[in-house]
């Protein structure tokens, strides 16, 4: 049971530039997220998903786009990439919505961008 | 609006020596509340959460966190600090009125551990 992992672990980008994160999770969880962590900001909510085939906006959405067209897997896509998006991305899922659900973290993706 | 405030952002102890980490939350209503730990380059786990049952959390590895209404405080200790403590702790809070049933984080305290 590998629980929540990432692909890759760590990319470097120049501006302009395109790529997918890929997050995988073997649990059936339904909900799924995406965060990224800054220094001094804790985490900050991207885009999140309540199942397969629905995606919804966190509180960062801008300049990212997601999918969710398996259960068990949920891309986050930069079309365009920016400076400003140099950051670690954390996926997680949950098995249920609700405020006292656990969410399960992978181990992250470092992304630089030049 | 929820949010979030850990006190303090750097955190030095004595291998032994007893281990507070503070946070301050805010809530419109009974949120829950959780205390997560990423050590470096590691995801994060999970060490305790309150639901609104006991306000005495008892986590892994020998953590607790005390929920206070009255004090808008959920801190987080442990009698003996151990070399494997040392990472970084986020206060994390979740209520009902979040739309989006996401997490808010706070700016997380790294804890560092002296031999």
């Known amino acids: 049971n590998a629980g929540v992992t990432q692909t890759p672990k760590f990319r470097v980008l120049k501006t302009g530039q395109s790529m997918t994160l890929l997050c995988a999770q073997d649990m059936n969880h339904e909900y799924m997220y995406w965060y990224r962590q800054d220094p001094g900001m804790g985490l900050r909510l991207i885009h999140y998903?309540?199942?397969?085939?629905?995606?919804a906006k966190g509180e960062v959405p801008d300049g990212y786009n997601v999918s969710r067209l398996k259960k068990q897997n949920f891309l986050l896509g930069l079309e365009s990439a920016a400076p400003s998006q140099t950051s670690v991305y954390f996926c997680?899922?949950?098995?249920?919505?609700?405020?006292?659900?656990?969410?399960?973290f992978g181990p992250g993706t470092r992304l630089l961008v030049l | 609006a929820q949010s979030v405030t850990q006190l303090d952002s750097h955190v030095s102890v004595s291998e032994g020596t007893p281990v507070l980490l503070r946070c301050n939350y805010s809530s419109s209503y009974s949120p829950s509340l959780f205390w997560y730990v990423q050590h470096p380059n590691k995801g994060l786990q999970l060490l305790l959460k309150y639901t609104s049952a006991a306000t005495l959390v008892k986590g892994i590895n020998g953590f607790e966190a005390e929920f206070k209404k009255s004090e808008t405080s959920f801190h987080l200790t442990k009698p003996s600090a151990h070399m494997s403590d040392a990472a970084e702790y986020f206060c994390?809070?979740?209520?009902?009125?979040?739309?989006?049933?996401?997490?808010?984080f706070g700016s997380g305290t790294r804890l560092q551990v002296q031999p």
């Open positions: 998903s309540v199942g397969e085939g629905t995606t």
């Open positions: 997680a899922s949950s098995p249920r919505l609700g405020k006292g659900e656990t969410q399960y």
């Open positions: 994390v809070v979740s209520d009902s009125t979040a739309g989006r049933r996401a997490l808010t």
